[in-house]
Nanobody, 119 residues
């Protein structure tokens, strides 16, 4: 099995930046893709960005394009989400999870990391 742990959230003013980390452990050789999702209060959880564990192909939600960058460091078994030009509507709990070939969730959900953007 693969375990994923998110970190890096916090409180930031609008226009600011944060970098989230997702550290993988366990059977990391079995990872196909890792995605970042977020859930704002009262809303459904939504896809933000994903990256192939090998090769590095990426995909972004429209809300993330141009502001967020997903990257990885296989030596550290870590996927990052660099978030710039943050807006109050980016406030949410951010989660990372495994994704399959069709960019759908194939893993479980962890605790997530809270991101709060003040106006």
């Amino acid at each position: 099995q693969v375990q994923l742990v998110e970190s890096g959230g916090g409180l930031v003013q609008a226009g600011g930046s944060l970098r989230l980390s997702c550290v993988a452990s366990g059977r990391t050789f079995s990872i196909y893709r890792i995605g970042w999702y977020r859930q704002a209060p009262g809303k459904e959880r939504e896809f933000v960005a994903g990256i192939n564990w090998s090769g590095g192909s990426t995909k972004y939600a429209d809300s993330a394009k141009g502001r967020f960058t997903i990257s990885k460091d296989n030596n550290k078994n870590t996927v990052y989400l660099e978030m710039n030009s943050l807006k109050p509507e980016d406030t949410a709990i951010y989660y990372c999870t495994l994704q399959g070939i069709s960019w759908t969730v194939s893993g479980s959900w962890g605790q997530g990391t809270q991101v709060t953007v003040s106006s």
